[in-house]
């Protein structure tokens, strides 16, 4: 029985802290039934399902057998509904994104997934045109890690929408090697993993090779929160960086998160509309 030490799992520092923790507990086990206590928690966003899972797939690979209990009703219909627990629930206002996993070569299958789910009339109005390359953004998301992690289990994506909160947020886990492990690969090191990821979040910096394009589409989704004053969170490694609005912070997890979550939320409550800056410089979009 390992104890689960959060109250709630919200798109916060702790939150992370406590997913990373998590994987240190379960870290030393193999061929282990293993039961994950979860009694102390009384909140959970459903998006944060995907880094959840990767702590999860992670245990697994190591031969364990990994389950949940002591979940409060009102948390196991949240994950009942998103489809991380097996018993599913009616998901009736249609509020749900559900928890989805991915092969590292399923961009296309990414994509679609993202398209379905994310276009929604909850959405702050864009033009077509930004649209098609908000979704873009996403797509580089997925393609960074198909690219750089050199993961062994699946990509997990998940969502949600709040009504009363008025945000949707969105979560891609994958389980690699971190972005400080990728810059390293590359020849790149840096003294912190979280300047890892603030080097990894500026436009044109990239450790792709030839001409494959990286970093517009991150670009774009940082634009877009900093007008949107929603929010976006990575974690990798011990590394924690983010943005909410246009305040940037960067921090240091007592404990690694295995691998790179990348965590949006779109507050839907703006009423702003919209749409790409008609410019040749590609580098200004808006």
């Not at 989805?100 to 702050?124: C, N, Q, V, W």
């Not at 044109?204 to 976006?232: C, D, H, M, S, W």
Request: charged share 20%; aromatic share 8%.
């Amino acid at each position: 029985m390992i104890p689960f030490g959060a109250y709630q799992l919200r798109t916060e520092a702790s939150s992370i802290e406590a997913l990373a923790a998590l994987h240190a507990a379960l870290s030393p086990y193999s061929a282990a039934e293993i039961k994950i206590d979860c009694t102390k928690l009384g909140w959970f966003d459903a998006h944060l399902a995907a880094p959840f899972m990767t702590v999860m797939n992670h245990s697994r690979t190591q031969s364990n057998s990994i389950s949940l209990t002591g979940l409060a009703d009102n948390v196991s219909l949240i994950l009942r509904k998103n489809g991380m627990l097996a018993r599913k629930a009616e998901d009736s206002y249609h509020t749900t994104i559900p928890v989805t996993s991915f092969g590292l070569d399923e961009e296309i299958e990414f994509a679609d997934y993202s398209r379905k789910h994310l276009a929604r009339r909850e959405m702050p109005r864009m033009s077509q045109a930004l649209v098609g390359k908000f979704f873009e953004g996403l797509d580089e998301l997925f393609a960074n890690c198909a690219l750089h992690s050199k993961s062994e289990i699946n990509v997990v994506a998940a969502g949600q929408f709040f009504p009363r909160a008025e945000r949707l947020a969105f979560a891609i886990s994958d389980g690699g090697r971190g972005v400080d492990g990728s810059l390293r690969a590359s020849g790149i090191t840096y003294s912190s993993p979280e300047d890892a990821i603030d080097w990894a979040m500026q436009n044109n910096n990239t450790t792709r090779q030839g001409y494959v394009p990286g970093g517009l589409g991150l670009k774009l989704l940082r634009e877009f929160i900093a007008k949107n004053n929603g929010k976006l969170m990575v974690a990798s490694s011990a590394g924690l960086w983010t943005q909410t609005g246009t305040r940037l912070t960067k921090a240091r997890m007592p404990k690694p998160f295995p691998g790179t979550v990348v965590i949006m939320e779109i507050l839907t409550s703006d009423r702003n509309v919209y749409d790409l800056k008609a410019s040749t410089d590609h580098r200004n979009i808006w």
